[in-house]
C-alpha cells in the first residue's frame, strides 16, 4: 500500500464517526462526544501514526445532502486512491434500509476507483443494542456481508464506552502497518530478555495496538501430551517465534489470538492520560509493583510505548526499564 493512506470514514449522520475520532486520534474522552455538532461536508485530518505512515482520515459528514454530493458530482474526488473505507451504522438504526442503500452506493462507487481498498465496517453504539449483543451483532453482520454482494468486508461491534472501539481501530490500523512482522521479531527477543510473560507495543499517540507477545502453551505432561499430527503448534507467515529457555510466541495480528484485555489497557491508559493532562502534568512512563506481577509501561521510539509484564519477583523494574532503553535502537 502506497503512503500516506487515505482512510474514509462513512456512514448516516449522527452514528458516531466523529466521535471515534476524535476518542482515538484527539485523545478526548467518550463524555465530551455529545458535544461535537454535525459534520459539514468533508473534515480531512492527517494524523502521523507511527513515525512515516500517514494517514489522511476523511471524515464524511453523513447528512443526505453531503451523502449525494460524494456520490455524484465529488464522486472520483472522495473514492479515488483510497486504502481503506470504514463504513459505521447505527446498532439501532431508525432507517436501516436507507443506511444499506447508501452504502452499497458507496461501495460500488469504492470498487469503481479504488478496487483494492479495505472494507470495515462498524456496528457502531453497541451499548444500545435492544437484544443480546452478541445475538445483535451476529444478524446485523449476516445482513451487511449480504448487502456486501461478495464484496469482502470485516464487521466490527463497538461502543465509545468501551475497549472495542480500540480492537476495531488496531485491528484496522495493523493492516496499514508496513513493517509489522520486523517489529514482532523484535518484541519477541525483548520478551525473552526480560523473562516476561508478556509484551505489548502500543502506538504512542492512539495508544492502539501494535504487536502483542503470548506466554507458550504449558509443557506437555501426561494428560496434555499432543496426540496425533492435528495438535501439532504451527505458525502463520506473519508470526515470529524466539528460540530461548524461555520461549514466546509473537503474533504481528494482535488480535488473532489475544483477547480485547489489550485494548481495555489502552482505554485505561488514556483515560490516565487525560486525567494527567487536567492536572498538568504529563504522562511519561507508568511502574506497578503487586505481589502476583511486575509491570513497566515505558516509552519505547519516538512513536511507541511498550508494556512489560513479569510475573518472576526477582526481575527488578530498574532491570526492565534498562533493557527497554538498549532495545531502543532496535525499534527506531
Ligand atoms: P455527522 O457529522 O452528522 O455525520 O455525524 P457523526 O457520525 O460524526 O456523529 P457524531 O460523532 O457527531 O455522534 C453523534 C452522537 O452519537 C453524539 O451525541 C455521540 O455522543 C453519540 N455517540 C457516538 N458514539 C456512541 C456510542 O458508541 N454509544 C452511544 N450511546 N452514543 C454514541
Same mark, same amino acid.
Given at each position: 500500500?502506497?503512503?500516506?493512506?487515505?482512510?474514509?470514514?462513512?456512514?448516516? =449522520?449522527?452514528?458516531?464517526?466523529?466521535?471515534?475520532?476524535?476518542?482515538?486520534?484527539?485523545?478526548?474522552?467518550? #463524555?465530551?462526544?455529545?458535544?461535537?455538532?454535525?459534520?459539514?461536508?468533508? @473534515?480531512?485530518?492527517?494524523?502521523?501514526?507511527?513515525?512515516?505512515?500517514?494517514?489522511?482520515?476523511?471524515?464524511?459528514?453523513?447528512?443526505?445532502? !453531503?451523502?449525494?454530493?460524494?456520490?455524484?458530482?465529488?464522486? #472520483?474526488?472522495?473514492?479515488?486512491?483510497?486504502?481503506?473505507?470504514?463504513?459505521?451504522?447505527?446498532?439501532?438504526?431508525?432507517?436501516?434500509?436507507?443506511?444499506?442503500?447508501?452504502?452499497?452506493?458507496?461501495?460500488?462507487?469504492?470498487? $469503481?476507483?479504488?478496487?483494492?481498498?479495505?472494507?470495515?465496517?462498524?456496528?457502531?453504539?453497541?451499548?444500545?443494542?435492544?437484544?443480546?449483543?452478541?445475538?445483535?451483532?451476529?444478524?446485523?453482520?449476516?445482513?451487511?456481508?449480504?448487502?456486501?454482494?461478495?464484496?469482502?468486508?470485516?464487521?466490527?461491534?463497538?461502543?465509545?464506552?468501551?475497549?472495542?472501539?480500540?480492537?476495531?481501530? #488496531?485491528?484496522?490500523?495493523?493492516?496499514?502497518?508496513?513493517?509489522?512482522?520486523?517489529?514482532?521479531?523484535?518484541?519477541?527477543?525483548?520478551?525473552?530478555?526480560?523473562?516476561?510473560?508478556?509484551?505489548?507495543?502500543?502506538?504512542?499517540?492512539? !495508544?492502539?495496538?501494535?504487536?502483542?507477545?503470548?506466554?507458550?502453551?504449558?509443557? *506437555?505432561?501426561?494428560?496434555? +501430551?499432543?496426540?496425533?499430527?492435528?495438535?501439532?503448534?504451527?505458525?502463520?507467515?506473519? =508470526?515470529?517465534? =524466539?528460540?530461548?529457555?524461555?520461549?514466546?510466541?509473537?503474533?504481528?495480528? *494482535?488480535?488473532?489470538?489475544?483477547?480485547?484485555?489489550?485494548?481495555?489497557?489502552?482505554?485505561?491508559?488514556?483515560?490516565?492520560?487525560?486525567?494527567?493532562?487536567?492536572?498538568?502534568? @504529563?504522562?511519561?512512563?507508568?511502574?506497578?509493583?503487586?505481589?502476583? !506481577?511486575?509491570?513497566?509501561?515505558?516509552?519505547?521510539?519516538?512513536?511507541?510505548? +511498550?508494556?512489560?509484564?513479569?510475573?518472576?519477583?526477582?526481575?527488578?523494574?530498574?532491570?526492565?526499564?534498562?533493557?527497554? $532503553?538498549?532495545?531502543?535502537?532496535?525499534?527506531?
Amino acid at each position: 500500500m502506497s503512503w500516506p493512506v487515505q482512510v474514509l470514514l462513512m456512514g448516516a =449522520s449522527g452514528s458516531g464517526k466523529t466521535s471515534m475520532r476524535s476518542l482515538i486520534f484527539s485523545n478526548n474522552p467518550a #463524555s465530551l462526544t455529545s458535544r461535537l455538532g454535525a459534520t459539514i461536508d468533508v @473534515e480531512q485530518n492527517h494524523v502521523r501514526f507511527l513515525g512515516d505512515l500517514i494517514l489522511n482520515l476523511w471524515d464524511c459528514g453523513g447528512q443526505d445532502a !453531503f451523502m449525494d454530493s460524494y456520490l455524484s458530482i465529488q464522486q #472520483s474526488t472522495i473514492f479515488q486512491h483510497v486504502g481503506v473505507m470504514i463504513y459505521v451504522f447505527e446498532v439501532e438504526t431508525r432507517n436501516m434500509e436507507k443506511d444499506l442503500n447508501y452504502y452499497k452506493e458507496c461501495l460500488s462507487a469504492l470498487q $469503481r476507483y479504488s478496487p483494492n481498498a479495505a472494507v470495515f465496517l462498524l456496528v457502531h453504539k453497541m451499548d444500545l443494542a435492544r437484544g443480546p449483543k452478541a445475538e445483535t451483532l451476529a444478524r446485523k453482520t449476516k445482513e451487511l456481508k449480504e448487502a456486501s454482494e461478495g464484496t469482502e468486508v470485516t464487521v466490527f461491534g463497538t461502543s465509545i464506552y468501551d475497549e472495542s472501539l480500540y480492537n476495531a481501530w #488496531s485491528r484496522i490500523v495493523h493492516i496499514l502497518i508496513p513493517n509489522a512482522s520486523v517489529l514482532s521479531r523484535h518484541l519477541a527477543k525483548l520478551a525473552a530478555l526480560c523473562s516476561a510473560t508478556e509484551v505489548v507495543l502500543f502506538e504512542r499517540t492512539t !495508544f492502539l495496538v501494535i504487536a502483542t507477545s503470548t506466554p507458550p502453551p504449558p509443557p *506437555p505432561t501426561a494428560s496434555n +501430551v499432543p496426540s496425533g499430527p492435528s495438535s501439532a503448534r504451527t505458525n502463520g507467515d506473519l =508470526s515470529a517465534t =524466539s528460540h530461548s529457555d524461555h520461549e514466546l510466541e509473537v503474533d504481528s495480528d *494482535p488480535h488473532k489470538m489475544a483477547p480485547t484485555r489489550y485494548e481495555r489497557t489502552s482505554e485505561l491508559i488514556k483515560a490516565f492520560k487525560y486525567s494527567c493532562a487536567r492536572v498538568r502534568e @504529563e504522562f511519561n512512563a507508568l511502574e506497578m509493583e503487586l505481589p502476583e !506481577f511486575t509491570a513497566v509501561l515505558d516509552e519505547l521510539t519516538r512513536n511507541t510505548y +511498550v508494556l512489560i509484564v513479569v510475573h518472576d519477583p526477582t526481575i527488578e523494574t530498574a532491570a526492565l526499564r534498562m533493557n527497554i $532503553r538498549l532495545a531502543r535502537p532496535k525499534f527506531e
